[in-house]
């Protein structure tokens, strides 16, 4: 049983390059999650998913895109790299009744 | 929309020191609370979680918090901190009733002096 993995861990881009992220889940949890997590402002929520095809965005969605095509997978696009994103990114799931979320250890995005 | 303030930023103890971090919301409804911890260079994990009942909640690793409604609080608590509790502890908050996000505060960084 992993719980929640992402690929990859660490990735330096130049500014207007494109990437995705990959979170995969093998508890069967429902919901999903993407965070960014940058020095004083804690967590903050960029796109979420309460199941599969389906995603919404969260507090800070501008820049990247989302897609939920099988449930235990939840991929974050960067479709034009800004120095601006430059931030350690969190993936998280849980089950829909009890909202306490298992985390990634994170991808450490850097964009010069 | 509903908020989470950590007022201490950054908090250094020294070992077997008591520790208390706050942790204020502003919702008025019902709430589910938790307190999540990240240790240098991990991911985040649950420490412990409040949804209904005693509103003193014991977690791991010797940490409690007890919820005030009153006061919209939800502070952590340890009676005797260890070098090995040096993380960053995140309050974090979650209206009930249908889908509703977590919000996250900004965090306390922990330093404890061995």
């Known amino acids: 049983n992993a719980g929640v993995t992402q690929t990859p861990k660490f990735r330096v881009l130049k500014t207007g390059q494109s990437m995705t992220l990959l979170c995969a889940q093998d508890?069967?949890?429902?919901?999903m999650y993407w965070y960014r997590q940058d020095p004083g402002m804690g967590l903050r929520l960029i796109h979420y998913?309460?199941?599969?095809?389906?995603?919404a965005k969260g507090e800070v969605p501008d820049g990247y895109n989302v897609s939920r095509l099988k449930k235990q997978n939840f991929l974050l696009g960067l479709e034009s790299a800004a120095p601006s994103q430059t931030s350690v990114y969190f993936c998280a799931s849980s089950y829909p009744d009890r909202y306490e979320q298992y985390f990634g250890p994170g991808t450490r995005l850097t964009v010069t | 929309a509903q908020s989470v303030s950590q007022h201490n930023h950054h908090v250094i103890l020294s070992e077997a020191a008591s520790l208390e971090l706050g942790c204020n919301y502003s919702?008025?409804?019902?709430?589910?609370l938790f307190w999540y911890v990240q240790y240098p260079g991990q991911h985040l994990q649950l420490l412990l979680k409040?949804?209904?009942?005693?509103?003193l909640v014991k977690g791991i690793k010797g940490f409690e918090a007890e919820f005030i409604k009153s006061k919209f609080s939800f502070n952590l608590r340890k009676p005797s901190v260890q070098w090995s509790d040096t993380a960053e502890y995140f309050c974090?908050?979650?209206?009930?009733?249908?889908?509703?996000?977590?919000?996250f505060g900004t965090g306390t960084k922990l330093q404890v002096i061995p």
């Open positions: 508890m069967n949890h429902e919901y």
């Open positions: 919702y008025g409804g019902t709430v589910n």
């Open positions: 409040y949804f209904s009942g005693d509103p």
């Open positions: 998913s309460v199941g599969e095809g389906t995603t």
């Open positions: 974090a908050v979650r209206s009930s009733g249908g889908y509703q996000k977590v919000t």
